[in-house]
């Protein structure tokens, strides 16, 4: 499977990638559904929601500065130097990751969307200013803006729209592409879930890597089990000179 996959990465003008938690899972950062993917008994989508942002801003945040914690301290692996590899080789590349760690930005890679925001930033409840946002951990919970309204994660929740430009950018990247890799997502987080199928329906031909089997093996035209830390790279491997 592994060197069919090469083939047609050798045959490929251009590659988009996709990523979601389990390519950061090496790194050390739980995934959102997996065993460990629990916090103090709560699930993902019980915190990640506006709703639960209004009546409880303190949990929300006390969740969010836990992940800053663990993710302060991360370090792109080998699945995310792969990637970055993938867009020196391709002249043609882009990557659409839902994971809100920055760890791809931390190799560098420049083609890029972070569809569903980034931890480090933050905006102002009140007048929408963004800004960064390192202290961790905070000493104020929830912190607050210059203006003195309590600031949000520039995040994506559930039941929010993903701002326009990024839906943009991703949806030229699937028109372009003709090979999709999709790595280390449950594919169930719509809109990019269905993100697959649309490269599929353009006649693009779609990689999955995943340490299991997920909605995507359906529409997969190969799906290649195992570590992204190590499938990415083989993959890279075969493509060196
Ligand atoms: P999930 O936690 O739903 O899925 C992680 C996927 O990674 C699973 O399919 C695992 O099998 C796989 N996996 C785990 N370790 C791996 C490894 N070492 N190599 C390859 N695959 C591995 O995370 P996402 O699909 O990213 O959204 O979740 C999508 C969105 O739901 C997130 O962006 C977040 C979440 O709620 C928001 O916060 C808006």
New binding site residues.
């Given amino acids: 499977m592994i060197d069919k996959a090469i083939e047609r990465l050798k045959k490929t003008r251009s590659l988009l990638i996709i990523t ?4 950061s ?2 790194s050390g950062i739980p ?4 065993a460990d ?1 629990l916090w103090e008994n709560y699930r ?2 019980e915190l ?1 929601t506006p709703w639960a942002f209004e009546r409880d801003p303190e949990t929300v945040w006390r969740w969010y500065d836990w992940r800053r914690g663990i993710i302060g301290k991360a370090e792109p692996n080998k ?1 995310h130097l792969a990637i970055k590899r993938f867009e020196e080789i391709f002249e043609n590349f882009f990557l659409i990751t ?3 760690d920055g760890l791809h930005a931390k190799t560098g890679i420049k083609n890029m969307v972070e569809i ?1 925001g980034n931890l480090w930033r933050v905006c102002c409840t009140r007048d929408k200013r963004t800004f960064m946002l390192t202290e961790h951990p905070l000493k104020i919970v929830p912190p607050v803006c210059e203006c003195g309204s309590i600031v949000r994660p520039d ?4 039941g929010e729209s993903i701002p326009g430009e990024y839906i943009q950018r991703s949806y030229e990247a699937m028109n372009r592409c003709d090979t999709l890799i999709v ?7 719509y809109p ?1 879930a269905s993100f697959p199928q649309m490269v599929k329906d353009n006649g693009g031909f779609v990689i999955e ?4 089997e ?1 909605p995507i093996s359906q529409i997969a035209d190969i799906s290649l089990y ?4 190590d499938i990415l790279p083989m993959l890279v491997k075969g493509l060196e000179p």
């Avoid at 995934?31 to 997996?34: K, N, V």
């Avoid at 995040?155 to 559930?158: A, P, T």
């Avoid at 890597?209 to 299991?212: G, L, Y």
């Fill in positions: 979601g938690a389990g390519i899972a090496e995934t959102f559904r997996g993917g993902a989508e990640a699945g839902q994971n809100v569903h995040v994506v929740w559930f790595a280390g997502t449950s594919g169930v987080v990019v890597v995943n340490i299991e997920t195992g570590a992204s830390g």
